[in-house]
């Protein structure tokens, strides 16, 4: 069973920026989409982005225009840059890679890691 791996999470103020990575153990090849999902105090996991193999990525409409999904499939690893970060993003944010079938869309794999804290605040 493959775990993956998040990192680059910190405390920040808001209309800062951080970059999240997530390291794939293996091939990130073997995923059909990969995604960030993020769990605000007291909700649900929520998806975020998704990056599919062909490189077509797509966002939630709160994030768009200031998180970019990336990955380079030379080092396995996956990235969020997120810029301009509002007090509304802090969450645990995690990294998964899964399939979809339509964009936007993703099927979680059972690959989930133990998240980075993302916490935006004055």
């Known amino acids: 069973q493959v775990q993956l791996v998040e990192s680059g999470g910190g405390l920040v103020q808001p209309g800062q920026s951080l970059r999240l990575s997530c390291v794939v153990p293996?091939?990130?090849?073997?995923?059909?989409?990969m995604a960030w999902y993020r769990r605000a105090p007291g909700k649900e996991r929520d998806l975020v982005a998704t990056?599919?193999?062909?490189?077509?990525?797509d966002y939630v409409d709160s994030v768009k225009g200031r998180f970019i999904i990336s990955r380079d499939d030379v080092k396995n690893t996956m990235y969020l840059q997120m810029n301009n970060l509002k007090p509304e993003d802090t969450a645990v944010y995690y990294c998964?890679?899964?399939?979809?079938?339509?964009?936007?869309?993703?099927?979680?794999?059972?690959?989930w890691g133990q998240g980075t804290q993302v916490t935006v605040s004055s």
């Open positions: 293996g091939s990130i090849r073997r995923f059909n989409t």
């Open positions: 998964n890679g899964g399939w979809s079938l339509t964009r936007g869309t993703h099927h979680p794999g059972d690959n």
């Open positions: 990056i599919r193999s062909d490189g077509v990525t």
